[in-house]
C-alpha cells in the first residue's frame, strides 16, 4: 500500500528509535509475568502511549489483573488498586475533605485515583453511581470535590477489569463510562503451549514479584510526546471519519460511535504506528484498532441482536466495505 510519509528530521527519528526501544523493554518485561499474549500487551501500550485508558472484559482467572500490575510494575511510578464492590462509594476513589481538628480546617484526602496508573479491579461490580466518579477523572484528568478542583498527575492511566455482564453480581457499564475507555479487549484462554509454560514459571514463584521497573514516569512522557508528533495525513483523517460516520448510519447498530471515539481511534493510530517504527500512519493503523477502539461503544439494533450479530461483526464488516483511501 502506498503511503504518505511524515517530515521527520534527526532528532525525530532518534526519538522514534528511543520509543521503540524502551516500549520493547517494556513488553518484554510483561511478557515475562503473561505468557503467549503479544497482541494484547501492544494493544495495552498502544493505549498508554495514547494517553488513553483500557478495559479489560473476561472471565475470571485469565490474567486480566495481573496484566494491569505488570504493566503498572515495568514503570517505576506511583499505582494504585481499587478493588470495586457494591458498597464502593465514589469519594473511596476520589479522596474526601476531612475536618482538622488542630487547624481546624477542611483538608482534602486524596483517593486512589491519585496515581498515574488506577487499577479497577471489577469495575462493574460496583454501582453506576460509583463508576460514574471516575467520569470526570477520565476524560478531564482532574477531581473536584466540595467546589475544589484538584489536577491528576501526568500520565495518567486507568485499566479496569470487568467480568462478562452475564455473570452473577455484576452491572452493565453506562454508556457514558464505556465511550471514555480508549480500547476493550479480551484476554481470552492461553494457548495448551504458554498454559504448559505458565504451570512451569508460576508454579515455583510468582513472577510479579520478581518484576523490576524498566522505565521512569520521565521517559513514557517523553514517549507520549514522540507519539502526539506521528503525521497524520488528510486522507488518512478523512478515512477514520468515515469509518465512524458508518456506525452512525448502518442500520446493525442503533447507537454509533462518538466524536470522542474518532479523536481516540487516530490517536491509538499514531500509537499503534509509532511502535511499528514509523512517524506517520497508515490506513492499516485504523483497520487493526478499528473494533478494540469502537466495538465496546456500539449499541446493536433489535434486528441485529435477533440475528445474533453483535457490534463486532457490523464493524469488521463496515471496515471491509468502506473504501481505503489512496495516500500517495
Known sequence: ???????????GSESLNELVETAHRIRDAIESVIE??????RLTLTVLLAEGHL????VPGVGKTMLAKALAKSIDCPMRRVQFTP????????????YNQQTREFEFKPGPVFA????GDEINRASPKTQSALLECMEERQVTVDGLTHRLDAPFMVIATQNPIEMEGTYPLPEAQRDRFTAKIAMGYPEPVAELEMLDVHGASQPLDKLEPVATTAEVKSL?????AVYVSQPVKKYAIDLVTATRQTPDLRLG??????LQLVRAARAHAALSGRDYVIPDDLQDLAVPVLAHRLL??????????TPEQSLAELVRRIPVPDTK
Do not use: F
Open 1 to 11: 500500500m502506498a503511503v504518505t510519509h511524515g517530515v521527520g528530521d534527526k532528532a
Open 36 to 41: 503467549g499474549k503479544s497482541d494484547v500487551v
Open 55 to 58: 478495559l479489560i472484559e473476561d
Open 87 to 98: 458498597d464502593l462509594l465514589p469519594s473511596d476513589i476520589t479522596g474526601v475533605s476531612a
Open 116 to 119: 498515574n496508573i488506577v487499577v
Open 224 to 228: 507520549i510526546e514522540a507519539v502526539r
Open 257 to 262: 460511535a462518538s466524536p470522542r471515539a474518532t
Open 300 to 309: 446493536p439494533s433489535m434486528e441485529a441482536q435477533g440475528q445474533r450479530r
